[in-house]
């Protein structure tokens, strides 16, 4: 069945450090993907999203390419803030499907 | 802009006792979803409703019923509760675009469930 791997946390860095968040997927066909943001006490809120390889999604400085050929879609930012701190899901959305499949979640902490 | 609003947002309960969880969504949205969130699982779909009259198991659905009310509304019940039972639960719901493409599912902010 469909799978979907981040790298585990907590991943913890100052303000305005590189980010990069690890996720590889398990799927059949070409599936949607995305990533996902929790914060303290919320719920899921998508944070950005690609339907087709070589796709990138943006949003608020992030972003993700959909890599077929690696099966991976690593969640980037430039410059991170400490209002970045929060659980950040990659999830896949195999084609024809409306169920989402998530990863376990990796946690970002930003200290000043 | 309410979304997809669940209720309540705590709960405690007691082995052995039943209890609903609501879901509601104004967006018109046909599909919806709920999910339980436990720590180092990340979240795990028990039920889902593609549309309207139709409801399908997901990957942990044992001790749990669903009922789709209508379009707007998807309840969640546990009939008598375990202490396996203590998560957070999310309930979320999506729609298809023209070309049948699944959107982003949008997420409640969740109800804290605790079995005593």
């Known amino acids: ?112 | 802009n309410a979304g997809v609003t669940q209720t309540p947002k705590f709960q405690v309960l007691k082995t052995g006792q039943s209890m609903t969880l609501q879901c509601a969504q104004d967006m018109n949205h046909n599909s919806m979803y709920w999910y339980r969130q436990d720590p180092g699982m990340g979240l795990r779909l028990i039920y889902y409703s593609a549309s309207e009259g139709t409801t399908d198991k997901g990957e942990v659905p044992n001790g749990y019923n669903v009922s789709r009310l209508n379009k707007r509304e998807f309840s969640l019940r546990l009939e008598s509760a375990a202490p396996s039972q203590t998560s957070v639960y999310f309930c979320a719901s999506s729609t298809r675009d023209r070309s049948y493409s699944n959107q982003p599912q949008h997420f409640g902010d969740g109800t804290r469930l605790s079995i005593l």
């Open chain 1, 1 to 112: 069945g469909d799978s979907v791997t981040q790298m585990e946390g907590p991943v913890t860095l100052s303000e305005e450090a590189f980010l990069t968040i690890n996720c590889t997927y398990t799927a059949t066909g070409y599936p949607s993907l995305f990533w996902y943001v929790q914060y303290p006490g919320e719920g899921l809120q998508l944070l950005l999203k690609a339907t087709k390889a070589d796709d990138k999604g943006s949003n608020k400085g992030f972003e993700a390419t959909y890599r077929k050929e690696t099966t991976s879609f690593h969640l980037e930012k430039g410059s991170v803030q400490v209002s970045d701190s929060a659980v950040y899901f990659c999830a896949l959305s195999g084609p024809g499907y409306s169920t989402l499949t998530f990863g376990k979640g990796t946690m970002l902490l930003v200290s000043p």
